[in-house]
Every structure is written in structure tokens, then in C-alpha cells.
């Protein structure tokens, strides 16, 4: 009963951490422009659309993530066999993962934007310095959160994988998330905000994003503080769910049945989410459509 | 195929005959190379791997996957990779079944199965939230008139100068459908490789004795979850290639190509597991 105890508060402390680490890894990739709406970010200047946007895309968000923590996870991993005490092991781990981050960071605003130099756009030393030193803080946050995820499913519920493969396999799972949920709301609705509200961009807008702000330029701070109220709350969620119910189904009921337990619940949760998303889905027909009035048959 | 024929509609499945035989030809080698190695259970576990990568390689398939022309709701799908979005999924579940790998082949496979189908379905349920109060947009497929599983008409909830947006329900359960597959073949690759080093890995070190056994399995298990992730991402890549970009789910006309990535898939797999075969030998040492 105690092991079960015990197992249920970690999963809710790594369901909380997970939820930070969603939120954080969304509001990094906006800032950076890491998720797909780099496409946009990039082809602004080549349609003539000089701007101030950070751009650090060279990989997707899950492989970067799962570089980063995986890094991160064995650092602390290498830390704890030197006897360090776990909390400093995974300060420290993920303190020099993120430099790593900045590098690659660094690099990749450079190279990216000096291949538009053909287009006139130019390399901003102060973005440079002010946006990536943010972006290092919020994967700072995401690392961090998931590695220690990793160590307490690890050390707390005992999973066999060691911190390194735990640390590749939830980064790359933080990343696809991550990249899923915010993407839409960082690439239409930031990046479109000058487009109609209930409506996809039209393709022969592509280019046209918003460069200026309420005052002066918009630069990606600005994205990370529009997309940190909706996508990154909900890619947080998305993820803090995915490892809380993942998680939660193992620890209460993997002895149930011999473990088809653990394998039935899963199957109710996922029939769950299937009649709420269909619930989603009518709502949405009956509330902001049709466009166009439906073709005869 | 001559050029007065033009170029043939980018939808329909070509195959090439020679290089089916080849591949074929090669996975033949390769399962009669393990079997020469002798070992035992390794031609069991060579036929797991082929079966794992296979079941990935057709479950990357069913993942909706848009691409940057999702993330500006100009199409439907998830705004992700397909590699990405299908690895995601894929190792969430290497992650329940590994996990429950002590409770037998059947329910670890299994396990990994739905903590896949759980990692897409939670996903597939964001985007749709993300899209409907945060776009304030429907779901609408551009592929197909009508949703196969709802009956729901689409043309008319495409707003304008767009090939649609969201995940209709159909492409919801494609992905979860994907992740049930990604995350059951990843598991059973891992099964297979760790039951293979568990059984070969304390012999091939030089200690019989129960405590250098278990002393040994943690080396199994980080190898077979290595082995069992590379796997996995060769042929979720594959499976991206052969898509080409992105994909509404299973009723996508791409979706008819996965015959060509199961041959390939077979192939890479075997060549991978025999790879991690050649671990458990003697050879060269």
C-alpha cells in the first residue's frame, strides 16, 4: 500500500513537472522559431518581408529535444556515479546541456540568416544577444523538468531503461508534443495576426508575416509572451498528461490481471479522449460553419 | 516509360520488380546469415525484429501528419514531422512495454501498444483543441468529400484558399491506429533483442553464476532499448520517405504505398537485427 502511495505522488509530482516542461519547450521553440512555422520565417525575406524574427530551426523540435535531454540526462547520470548529490547532479547535467542549446542556437541564427543575405536580410547582433540567452532559460526549464522525470521514473518506479535512454525518449516525446500543439497557434495566429480570426491562411499569403508591434518591431520576444498564453498552456497540458496517464495506469494498476490491467484502462482512457475530441469536433461544425454551402450530391 | 507518356500522377504506387527481387534476395541472406551464425534463438529473434520494423514502417502510415503547411492551418494534419510525430508515439510506448517486459512477450507488446495509441491519442485531442478554440477553426479534410468513419461532409467547412485544417475524425483514429502499431513493433524489437542478450550475454562475459547474470541484465537491457530506438527511427524514416512530405491518415490515396515500405522496412530491419545479432557472438573475439 505504501509503494502505491508513494507511486501515486510521483506520478502526480512528474505529471506537474511534465506540464511545466510542455509549457517551457513550446514558449523556447516560438522564441526561436524551432517548430514548423520556420518555413514562414524564412521565406519572409525571399518575398520581400524584411523582419526581426529569431530563427534557430536547423533540426525539428523532437530531435533537438531528444539530443538535449538525452545530454542532459546523461551528464546527471555521469554526475551521480561520481557520488554528487542527485539534485546538483541534475542542476548541474542540465546547466551544461544548455550550453550546448546555445551553441547550436548560435550557429544556427547565424547560418540561416546569413544564407538570406541575397534577400537583404540582415544578421541583428542584438537579437542575437538578447533572444538567445531567453531561449537558453526556457529550455533550461524543459531540460531540467524532464530530466528529473526521468530520474524519479528510474530511481522512484524502478524502469529499467537507464537516465540516458529515458532522457532520449522523453525528450523526443516533449518534442513531438510540443511541436504538435503549439505549432498551429505560434505559425496562424502569431505569425498570421493580420489575417482573419476562424480561418486557415490562405496559401497566397505565405510570407506576408507580421512584423511590427504595438510599438517599434516585433521581434520574438513577443511571440514567446502571445504564445505562452494558449500554446504553451495547452502543449503543457498535452504533455503533462501524456506522462501523468502513462504513468498513472502502470503504477494502479499493472498488478491488476497480470497486467492487462494497466492494458484495459489505457484502452478506456484513449476511448475517453476519442468522444471528447468528437464532442470537440461537432461543437466546432455546428458553431463556425459550413463556409460555403454543401455541394449536391 | 517513355516521355511522350508524361509523367505518371505523383498518387499512384509504382513499384519497381528488380528492386523488390533484390530486396527480397537480400532479406533471404541475411535470415540464412543468422542462421549460419548458430546461435540460438537468434533466427526467432531476427524474425521478431523483421515483424517489429514492419508493424512501425505500416503504422507510420496512419499518422496525420501536415507539416508546415499545418502549422498555418493551410492543410490538415498535425504541424510536425511525420519521423518526429511517429518516434514521439513509437517510443512512448518502448517506454510501458519495456516496462512491463517482466510479465511475458504478449502483455509487454501489448503494453507498448497502447502506451503508444495513448501518447497519439492525447495529441490528436490537443491539436483538435489548439485548432477549434484557439484558431477558432473546424476540422476539414482535403483529401476526401466525406469523413469514411463519421459520414461528415468536408469541402464546406475549408475556409477559403486552404486545403483544409484540423483532424477530422477519421484522421484522430489514424493516428491513434499509428501509435498503436509504432509503439507495439518497437516493443517487440525490444523483447526479442532482450531476450536474446539476456540468454547469450553471460556466457559470451565469461560468468555462468546467477548474480553475474543479473549483474549483466542491465547491460542487456540498455542494449536491446538502444538497438530496439534505432530500429524504430530507421523505419519510421523509411515510412517518411516513402509518404513523401505529409499525409491525412488512412484515407489518404499515399496511405495505398505502404506495400513498398513493408518490403523495405523487412529489409532494413533485418539488416539492423542482424547488426545487433552479431553483438551476441563470439566472432573476431
Known amino acids: ?297 | 516509360m517513355s516521355a511522350i507518356a508524361g509523367p505518371k500522377s505523383s498518387l499512384s504506387v509504382e513499384y519497381n520488380a528488380v528492386a523488390i527481387i533484390v530486396s527480397l534476395i537480400i532479406l533471404v541472406l541475411i535470415i540464412a546469415a543468422t542462421f549460419m551464425l548458430g546461435i540460438p534463438m537468434a533466427l526467432s529473434a531476427l524474425i521478431g525484429i523483421i515483424v517489429g520494423g514492419v508493424l512501425i514502417g505500416f503504422g507510420v502510415h496512419f499518422v496525420p501528419v501536415g507539416g508546415a503547411p499545418a502549422a498555418m492551418g493551410q492543410a490538415p494534419g498535425i504541424a510536425t514531422g511525420v519521423a518526429m510525430l511517429a518516434g514521439g508515439a513509437g517510443l512512448a510506448g518502448l517506454f510501458g512495454g519495456a516496462w512491463a517486459a517482466s510479465q511475458g512477450l504478449v502483455v509487454a507488446t501489448v503494453t507498448g501498444a497502447i502506451g503508444g495509441g495513448l501518447m497519439m491519442a492525447i495529441t490528436c485531442f490537443f491539436v483538435n483543441v489548439i485548432y477549434v478554440f484557439g484558431m477558432g477553426v473546424p476540422a476539414a479534410s482535403g483529401k476526401v468529400k466525406k469523413d469514411p468513419i463519421t459520414g461528415d461532409t468536408q469541402p464546406e467547412f475549408k475556409s477559403q484558399g486552404t486545403e483544409g485544417h484540423g483532424l477530422p475524425f477519421v484522421s484522430f483514429v489514424g493516428g491513434v491506429i499509428g501509435g498503436i502499431f509504432g509503439g507495439g513493433g518497437g516493443t517487440l524489437v525490444y523483447m526479442m533483442l532482450l531476450g536474446l542478450y539476456t540468454a547469450t550475454l553471460p556466457k559470451l562475459m565469461g560468468s555462468q553464476s546467477v548474480a553475474n547474470s543479473v549483474a549483466i541484465l542491465p547491460i542487456a537491457v540498455s542494449l536491446a532499448g538502444v538497438f530496439a530506438i534505432g530500429i524504430f527511427l530507421v523505419n519510421a524514416v523509411l515510412a517518411a520517405y516513402n509518404i513523401t512530405g505529409t499525409i491525412e491518415g488512412p484515407h489518404d490515396p499515399k496511405f495505398k504505398r505502404f506495400p513498398r515500405d513493408i518490403i523495405a522496412s523487412a529489409v532494413a530491419s533485418g539488416l539492423c537485427g542482424f547488426v545487433a545479432i552479431l553483438i551476441a557472438t563470439s566472432i573476431g573475439m
Open chain 1, 1 to 297: 500500500m505504501e509503494n502505491i502511495v508513494l507511486g501515486i505522488g510521483i506520478t502526480a509530482l512528474a505529471g506537474a513537472l511534465a506540464a511545466v516542461a510542455g509549457a517551457a519547450e513550446d514558449t523556447e521553440s516560438n522564441i526561436g522559431s524551432q517548430g514548423d512555422p520556420n518555413s514562414q520565417v524564412q521565406l519572409a525575406p525571399q518575398m520581400g518581408y524584411i523582419h526581426r524574427i529569431f530563427n534557430k530551426a536547423v533540426a525539428g523540435e523532437p530531435p533537438a529535444y531528444g539530443l538535449w535531454c538525452a545530454l542532459g540526462a546523461g551528464l546527471t547520470w555521469a554526475f551521480l556515479a561520481m557520488q554528487l548529490n542527485a539534485v546538483l547532479a541534475i542542476v548541474l547535467g542540465c546547466a551544461i546541456t544548455i550550453f550546448v542549446q546555445g551553441v547550436y542556437a548560435t550557429t544556427a541564427y547565424l547560418g540561416r540568416t546569413a544564407s538570406l543575405a541575397k534577400f537583404g536580410q540582415p544578421v541583428y547582433i542584438d537579437i542575437l544577444k538578447s533572444m538567445t540567452s531567453v531561449t537558453m532559460a526556457h529550455a533550461f526549464v524543459a531540460v531540467f523538468c524532464t530530466v528529473t522525470i526521468c530520474y524519479l521514473m528510474n530511481s522512484a518506479l524502478g524502469h529499467p531503461f537507464p537516465l540516458p535512454i529515458l532522457g532520449f525518449i522523453w525528450g523526443i516525446a516533449l518534442g513531438a508534443a510540443g511541436s504538435a500543439t503549439g505549432n498551429p497557434y505560434y505559425g496562424k495566429e502569431r505569425q498570421y495576426q493580420n489575417q482573419k480570426f476562424g480561418a486557415g491562411v490562405p496559401i497566397a499569403a505565405s510570407g506576408n508575416i507580421v512584423r511590427y508591434a504595438e510599438a517599434g518591431v516585433r521581434n520574438s520576444l513577443d511571440n514567446g509572451w502571445f504564445t505562452a498564453k494558449l500554446g504553451g498552456a495547452a502543449s503543457g497540458l498535452c504533455f503533462g498528461f501524456i506522462v501523468f496517464l502513462e504513468l498513472w495506469r502502470t503504477v494502479l494498476f499493472e498488478k491488476v490481471g497480470a497486467g492487462w490491467g494497466a492494458i484495459v484502462v489505457g484502452i478506456l482512457i484513449i476511448l475517453v479522449f476519442m468522444v471528447v475530441d468528437r464532442f470537440i469536433e461537432v461543437w466546432a461544425r455546428k458553431t463556425y460553419g459550413p463556409y460555403t454551402k454543401p455541394e449536391e450530391a
